[in-house]
C-alpha cells in the first residue's frame, strides 16, 4: 500500500509559477512510476506528467510541454511537479498517483495509489 500527500497549491496570477510536492509513505517509493493527474470543474480527470521508475525519463501532456517539470527524490521518497507559464485552464485539483512497482507500461491504468488532491487556481 502506498499514501500519498500532495502539498504546495495555491492560488497565482496567470503566467506565474507553482510548485507542487507529493510525498509517499512507500518503501519501495524508487519502484513505483510516479504522476500528476488533475481534474478541472465539469471535466475528466487528466493525465499531466509522469515519471519512470527505473531511468527517471518522463512523459507529458501535449498542453504542459516546455511548461511543467516533473522530478522525483527516491532518498526523500517525494516527487515534484514545477509548473511555469500557467493558464487559467490549468485550473483544477491536482492529484499525485503512485503505478504498481516495476511498471512496464506508459497506459495511465497503472495508476493504482492516489493522493487526496490539492487545488490550483490561476487567476486571469
Known amino acids: 500500500q502506498v499514501q500519498l500527500v500532495e502539498s504546495g497549491g495555491g492560488l497565482v496570477q496567470t503566467g506565474g509559477s507553482l510548485r507542487l510536492s507529493c510525498a509517499a509513505s512507500?518503501?519501495?517509493?524508487?519502484?513505483?512510476?510516479m504522476g500528476w493527474f488533475r481534474q478541472a470543474p465539469g471535466k475528466e480527470r487528466e493525465f499531466v506528467a509522469g515519471?519512470?521508475?527505473?531511468?527517471?525519463?518522463?512523459k507529458y501532456a501535449d498542453s504542459v510541454k516546455g511548461r511543467f517539470t516533473i522530478s522525483r527524490d527516491n532518498a526523500k521518497n517525494t516527487v515534484n511537479l514545477q509548473m511555469s507559464s500557467l493558464k487559467p485552464e490549468d485550473t483544477a485539483v491536482y492529484y499525485c498517483?503512485?503505478?504498481?512497482?516495476?511498471?512496464?507500461?506508459?497506459?495511465?491504468?497503472?495508476?493504482?495509489?492516489w493522493g487526496q488532491g490539492t487545488q490550483v487556481t490561476v487567476s486571469s
Open positions: 498517483a503512485a503505478a504498481r512497482p516495476f511498471s512496464t507500461t506508459w497506459k495511465t491504468s497503472i495508476y493504482s495509489y
Open positions: 512507500a518503501r519501495t517509493f524508487s519502484r513505483h512510476t
Open positions: 515519471i519512470w521508475w527505473s531511468d527517471d525519463s518522463t
